[in-house]
């Protein structure tokens, strides 16, 4: 009797055991697919630096499957400043602040708008460039260009 009880027991315990590893997995398959469906555009060059010879950036501009924006990740590494090369990388959220939605060259894309103390914005100047303005969104006006140019995309 013990016996057939420990069985019984042993064979509750792996059911519940397995449908909870079955949901689990549901809301696995869940998320990859969100993530699969998620598309991004890379964009990158070298901007003017005041204290060193540039900024390599390599800007990520991530979309959800309904286009809406879904993160990005940015890496802008300081060449030839006097402390060395130094690397800046981050990532968070971007809003669509100015624009249609259309990818026109009127789209300003906010990096972090959430934080107040934030200004990197980029202007969309056509299919496959994207300008860094200033903290008010207007061009900036020292010498160098400010364009990043895009070098992938995935829909």
Known sequence: MQKRMLLLSGMVS???????CGSG??????????????SFERFGGVLPCKDCEGIKTDLTIKLDQRGKPNGYVMSE?????????????????????????????????????????????????????????????????????YDLTRVAESR
């Open 14 to 20: 792996l059911s519940i055991l397995l449908a909870a």
């Open 25 to 38: 997995s549901s809301e696995e398959d869940e998320t990859a697919l969100e993530e699969q469906s998620t």
């Open 77 to 145: 590494t300081y060449q030839g400043n006097t402390d060395g090369v130094r690397i800046n990388n981050r990532s968070g959220n971007w809003a669509l602040v100015a624009g249609s939605g259309e990818k026109d060259a009127h789209e300003i894309y906010q990096l972090d708008p959430e934080d107040k103390n934030a200004c990197t914005n980029f202007q969309r100047i056509d299919e496959k460039t994207l300008r860094k303005l200033d903290c008010e969104r207007k061009v900036l006006k020292e010498d160098g260009s």
